[in-house]
């Protein structure tokens, strides 16, 4: 079955750290990943992509993601953490199967970034 | 200004009550999508239209309608028959609604059953 999985619903890392978001998918074709942040009581705001070529996504916001494929991976990074990353954070991939046409979601990563 | 608009911010409704979530784009996207938002659980599709006069049902479909008249607009109605629809309701939408288009939300409606 295709999934999506966020290892840690919470994150916690100091201003100006570096931090990591994990993902990790099961597709049975072709990955195409997402990565959204989303603010309390708001929509979500797209990031950034992986479709294919280079493994290093570079997105908005000075977030960074590395796709792998062994190990099947698209884990989100940003080298200097701002207190105002503080958010809600999904990962997604398209659904494979089929002609469907729509994405498979995450449960979400809290992240908290202390000043 | 491109974008989504949802309408409106907050609803309350009666047990009992069909309601109408208002969801608008002038971004010319062909897919339109609506998610319901539970603490813990992520985002569970509802209902998605990839062209006007066409939509298709998501993982949670049960006690919820919607319509694709306009390419622009893209309304979810929640019925009686939704048993628990207190919820967060986030419409979006994408260019063609392939498979490596992103998605672009709105502000989202918090639901409130009394």
């Known amino acids: 079955a295709q999934s999506v999985a966020q290892p840690e619903d919470q994150v916690n890392v100091a201003e100006g750290n570096p931090l990591t978001v994990k993902c990790t998918y099961s597709v049975s074709g072709n990955p195409y990943l997402f990565w959204y942040v989303q603010y309390p009581n708001r929509g979500l705001q797209f990031l950034l992509k992986?479709?294919?070529?280079d493994n290093l996504v570079k997105g908005s916001y000075g977030f960074e993601a590395e796709f792998n494929k062994s190990q099947t991976s698209f884990h989100l990074k940003k080298p200097s953490a701002l207190v105002s990353d503080s958010a809600l954070y999904f990962c997604?991939?398209?659904?494979?199967?089929?002609?469907?046409?729509?994405?498979?979601w995450g449960l979400g990563t809290s992240l908290a970034v202390n000043p | 200004d491109g974008g989504i608009t949802q309408s409106p911010k907050y609803l309350f409704r009666k047990e009992g009550q069909n309601v109408t979530l208002s969801c608008e784009q002038n971004?010319?996207?062909?897919?339109m999508y609506w998610y319901r938002q539970d603490p813990g659980q992520g985002l569970r599709l509802i209902y998605y239209s990839q062209i006007v006069n066409d939509f298709q049902k998501g993982d949670i479909a049960e006690g919820y309608s919607v319509s694709r008249e306009k390419k622009e607009s893209f309304p979810l109605t929640v019925t009686s028959a939704q048993k628990n629809p207190t919820a967060f309701y986030l419409c979006?939408?994408?260019?063609?609604?392939?498979?490596?288009?992103?998605?672009?939300f709105g502000p989202g409606t918090r639901l409130t059953v009394l």
């Open positions: 992986y479709i294919t070529g």
């Open positions: 971004l010319n996207h062909d897919a």
């Open positions: 979006a939408s994408s260019r063609s609604g392939g498979r490596f288009d992103e998605q672009f």
């Open positions: 997604a991939v398209s659904d494979q199967a089929g002609n469907n046409r729509k994405l498979i």
